[in-house]
Nanobody, 116 residues
Framework: QVQLVESGGGLVQAGGSLRLSCASS????????VGWYRQAPGLQRELIAT????????YLDRVVKGRFTISRDNAKNTVHLQMNSLKPEDTAIYYC?????????WGQGIEVTVSS
């Protein structure tokens, strides 16, 4: 069973930055697609960024608008989400995921709060 552990969340003022990290215990990380969802209070979970095995990235442009950058370090089984110019509407629980040929695995979620 793959375990994902997120870190780097917290409270930040509007305009600030945070870097989320997600460490995987899996043995196939370098072959798997990984990414980040988030869920704001009262809203559905939404996919905001993914990165494939060849480094191809996807962003939910209406949300990210060039502010976030996803990256992966296969040597450390880790995916990062650098978030800049944060806004109060970015306040949410952020979840990382990893998808292999058999299943999708989820982190426990990490809270990000952006104060105005």
């Amino acid at each position: 069973q793959v375990q994902l552990v997120e870190s780097g969340g917290g409270l930040v003022q509007a305009g600030g930055s945070l870097r989320l990290s997600c460490a995987s215990s899996g043995n196939t990380f370098m072959f798997d697609a990984v990414g980040w969802y988030r869920q704001a209070p009262g809203l559905q979970r939404e996919l905001i960024a993914t990165i494939s095995t060849d480094g191809t990235t996807y962003y939910l442009d209406r949300v990210v608008k060039g502010r976030f950058t996803i990256s992966r370090d296969n040597a450390k089984n880790t995916v990062h989400l650098q978030m800049n110019s944060l806004k109060p509407e970015d306040t949410a629980i952020y979840y990382c995921y990893e998808e292999d040929a058999w299943s999708t695995y989820w982190g426990q979620g990490i809270e990000v709060t952006v104060s105005s």
